[in-house]
Every structure is written in C-alpha cells, then in structure tokens.
C-alpha cells in the first residue's frame, strides 16, 4: 500500500514556482524612480519641442482644431509640459505638478487621439521612403496617466525632492503624524 500523500499536480507546481520568486521588496521603494525619469523626460521632451519649433506653431495646430484662446493654451501647454515634466523628473511637488498634466493628458485624449483608436502605432504602409504612420491613438496618454496616478498614490520614492522636504519639515524630533 502506497502511503506517500499524493504529488502535486504540474499546474500547481508552475503556481507555486511562479509566485515564489525572490523578495524583491527593498529594491521596490526605487521603482518610482524609472517611472519618474520617463514620465519627467516624456513630458519635457513634447514642451521642448513646441518651445523651440515657436508656441506659434502649435497655437496653428489648436486653431485647426478649433480650440478657444489657441494662443493662450498654445504657451500653457508649453510651460505644463515642460516645468511639470521638470517636477516629475526631480520628483518636486509630485502630486502639486501631476494635476495640470492630468488634465493636459485628458483634453489631448478626448480632443484629439480619441477618434483614432487606442494604438499609439499605426502602420499604414510601407514604401521606398520607409514606412509610414498614421495618428497615434490614446494608448500613450493612457500610459502617461497610469504612470502619474502611480507616482501620486505610491510617492516619488527615497531619491526624490519631496522625500527630502518632507524630511526637512519633518525636523528633529517630529514624527510624520505631526505634519498631517
């Protein structure tokens, strides 16, 4: 008689080998970082690029577009990309600076990505000029609010200008109940 308790089946052993993997937690409180350097340079990189192309260009592009006060929303759009973008990128004012990006990233989505689908890749053809795309759907702006949300709701991490502030205000002898 065969006493040995029964052997696990091989769907159960793949479970238990996939969710046992190594304790990465105190490497986790630096995962905020990538998300912060991408984010950070992302959004820096798109107000850069309408700085230095002239806000006259993209205030062109919104009045296409039928946006009011074009003009106005053309240098707003250029100062939240570009010094939010800043913000995320030194971790500085997360949650203070993710507010203006938010809303930036929703009237990009439903004002001009949303009639082209989610992908943010659309190959229409490839020729002797090399390939050639359509407009990118809201698959990124997605990415970019998913990103910011995360840094809100988990923080910057330890190597960001608002772990040291609130360090700072914390002071000698304060606990962090003392700032709430």
């Known amino acids: 008689m065969n006493t040995a ?64 006060f074009a003009a106005v929303f053309s240098w707003l759009t250029v100062v939240i990309e570009v010094f939010g973008g800043l913000a995320i990128l030194l971790g500085a004012f997360v949650t203070l600076a993710s507010i203006p990006m938010l809303i930036t990233l929703l009237v990009a989505t439903f004002a001009v990505h949303l009639p082209y689908g989610f992908s943010s890749i659309k190959l229409l053809s490839v020729g002797p000029n090399g390939a050639l795309f359509g407009q990118p759907g809201y698959e990124t702006d997605l990415l970019y609010m998913a990103a910011l949300i995360t840094l809100v709701i988990g923080g910057p991490g330890p190597f960001a200008v608002d772990h040291f502030l609130r360090r700072w205000a914390k002071g000698p002898g304060r606990t962090a109940e003392d700032l709430r």
């Open 5 to 68: 308790p029964p052997a696990k089946s091989s769907l159960k052993r793949l479970i238990q080998l996939a969710t046992h993997l190594p304790d990465h937690r105190p490497l986790g409180q630096w995962a905020p970082l990538a998300l912060r350097l991408i984010v950070g340079y992302g959004f820096m990189a798109h107000g850069l690029a309408k700085l230095f192309r002239g806000p006259e260009a993209f205030t062109v592009i919104l009045q296409a577009m039928h946006f009011p």
